[in-house]
């Protein structure tokens, strides 16, 4: 009876505390699909927020408002081996000279947030969490000097950033009514292939409060697949082939021109 007794107090105390936020979030497709007329596309990322609810005695009550919100949104390639090359002026012409290799970094990476990312978390908390450009993990295979290391680093930003393959919009990610948020971000057509993370973050008051994961796969279609399988699953076949490919046009090539100018 005793047990009983603490049990039902237990319950209507928990009762009167404060319920937790959830969040639902998915993806408009799990699966991206590169053909030979593939262009770039955009994917839709969405998703409803349960705003946390306070609890007054055995009434109604009240909810934290949706304006505390944030949402963070991050979608990233698979980690491999990146070679950087740094050219350099020889006489009148530029060249590749020296080159360092960065191990496991994603081949794309996304940001997408409801606002300013320094606004929304703390160094601190950007740092805990690995969101940003600044926070990317790069260490290189070869030895090398701290200011060197921090130049091919900013060049390589650089230039993923100009082929589209990193990218970090700010204030993209729209909240509806406090509950409702929505988040539409570009692929270029040059977006790796393989298995992608997308993260997604609730931020309330400066602090991450819940983190949701979805996978999304980008993969060769059509003959592009077949292609693409054959090279990577048997490189030495696809190369001979590739060389007998382009004698058979040369070949070709020729006979026509021949007949053409007989």
């Not at 007054?56 to 980690?79: C, H, L, M």
């Not at 701290?146 to 919009?169: C, D, T, V």
């Not at 070949?251 to 053409?260: Q, V």
Request: glycine share 10%; proline share 3%; hydrophobic share 45%.
């Amino acid at each position: 009876m005793a047990r009983l007794f603490l049990g039902g107090i237990c319950g209507l105390f928990i009762g009167q505390q404060a319920m937790a936020e959830r969040m639902v979030a998915d993806l408009s497709r799990h699966v991206i699909d590169i053909t030979s007329r593939f262009t770039g596309t955009q994917l839709l990322i969405f998703g409803a927020i349960e705003r946390k609810i306070i609890q007054k005695g055995r009434g109604y009550g009240t909810a934290v408002k949706g304006s505390d919100y944030d949402v963070i949104v991050v979608v990233q390639s698979k980690r491999r081996n990146i070679i950087i090359r740094r050219k350099e002026k020889l006489g009148p012409i530029w060249a590749n000279r020296e080159f360092l290799t960065l191990e496991n970094v994603p081949g794309f990476y996304a940001l997408a947030s409801t606002g300013p990312i320094k606004s929304i978390l703390s160094q601190q908390q950007l740092s805990r969490i690995g969101v940003g450009f600044g926070q990317l993990k790069m260490t290189f295979k070869q030895q090398t000097s701290p200011a060197e290391a921090a130049a091919f680093r900013q060049g390589f930003i650089r230039n993923m950033r100009a082929k589209k393959l990193y990218s970090q919009p700010q204030g993209t990610i729209s909240i509806l009514d406090g509950l409702l948020f929505r988040a539409i971000l570009d692929f270029p057509a040059n977006m790796p292939v393989g298995n992608y993370r997308v993260d997604i973050y609730l931020v309330r008051d400066g602090k991450v409060v819940l983190a949701e994961q979805s996978p999304l796969e980008v993969n060769k279609a059509g003959l592009e697949r077949f292609i693409y399988n054959f090279a990577h699953g048997y490189p030495a076949f696809y190369g001979m082939a590739a060389v007998l490919m382009a004698l058979v046009a040369g070949l070709l090539g020729g006979f026509m021109s021949r007949k053409m100018s007989a």
